[in-house]
């Protein structure tokens, strides 16, 4: 059984810094492939970022290449999005998810991740 606990939300103005972390209670943490997800009011889930079992292969939405990094650390069961230079439209809860996907073309469709962390808010005030 895998759990995902998301932690560092919070509310900054825009322009701001963030980052989350993710802790998964497993035994074969590096045998997942791990992403990022959020959802705005009224919006469907949508990709942000994954990351490959070993870390070697990263994916980002073009909403958020270049400002968001995606990272692991298969010794702590953890993996991390910092978020920099926030917008307001970043707005959302903000889901990490897991599969044990071992192949090198990173999932972007919330369907093929099985495994989903409660979320947490990130608010982005202008």
């Known amino acids: 059984q895998v759990r995902l606990v998301e932690s560092g939300g919070g509310l900054v103005q825009a322009g701001g810094s963030l980052r989350l972390a993710c802790a998964a209670t497993?035994?074969?943490?590096?045998?997942?492939?791990m992403g990022w997800f959020r959802q705005a009011p009224g919006k469907e889930r949508e990709f942000v970022a994954a990351?490959?079992?070993?870390?070697?292969?990263?994916l980002y939405a073009d909403s958020v290449k270049g400002r968001f990094t995606i990272s692991r650390d298969n010794n702590k069961k953890t993996e991390y999005l910092q978020m920099n230079s926030l917008k307001p439209e970043d707005t959302a809860v903000y889901y990490c998810a897991a599969n044990y996907y071992r192949g090198t073309r990173l999932k972007l469709d919330p369907r093929d991740y099985d495994r989903w962390g409660q979320g947490t808010q990130v608010t982005v005030s202008s």
């Open positions: 990351i490959s079992w070993s870390g070697s292969i990263t």
């Open positions: 497993t035994d074969t943490f590096d045998f997942l492939t």
